[in-house]
């Protein structure tokens, strides 16, 4: 099975690249936002070294920084345990499952319109597919293989 990749190393690679969107959930311990957020389980942020953030700073634990919102500058701060994915303007995503909100789950299992447009306000949204990697290699042992493909979650714009 394919290792998940690390948060920060995603992070800092996403960074590198433009506009990066973080989705957590806001009600983890430790999570620090404006508190008319502090309640959501699938807040999104935006980061970008473009947005010159003087105090953007990663450790082992967590992200801080202070954003925007509403134009009024707050110091948030985000343990890597409330991030469950990270996306890039560009269109690459990843997501870490077991990391995921109940609330965030459910939505993502719910039938929708394929008419309706996906993400409220033009923002990425997730959604649930069958994996398409490839096989394992043919030597392994049949027992450890999974009986059908273990879903994955992928961008949809």
């Known amino acids: 099975m394919a290792r998940t990749p690390d948060k920060r190393q995603t992070l800092l690679h996403f960074l590198e690249r433009g506009v990066t969107m973080v989705h957590l959930d ?17 807040l999104r942020l935006n980061l970008s070294y473009r947005y010159n953030i003087p105090d953007l700073e990663m450790n082992d634990r967590r992200v801080q920084a202070t954003l925007s919102f509403g134009g009024s500058p707050f110091r948030c701060v985000l343990p890597w345990t ?19 909100p109940g609330e965030v789950m459910e939505g993502i299992a719910t039938k929708r319109d394929p008419k309706a447009p996906s993400g409220a306000k033009g923002r990425p949204a997730l959604s649930c597919v069958q994996n398409t990697g490839e096989e394992e290699a043919p030597d ?4 450890a293989k999974p009986e059908r493909p273990r879903p994955h979650l992928r961008l949809v714009r």
């Open 82 to 100: 409330s991030i469950f994915g990270i996306t890039s303007h560009a269109g690459e995503g990843q997501v870490w499952p077991e990391d995921l």
């Open 140 to 143: 392994q042992d049949e027992a």
């Open 26 to 42: 806001a009600r983890k311990d430790g999570v620090v936002v404006p508190s008319q957020y502090a309640q959501e389980p699938h």
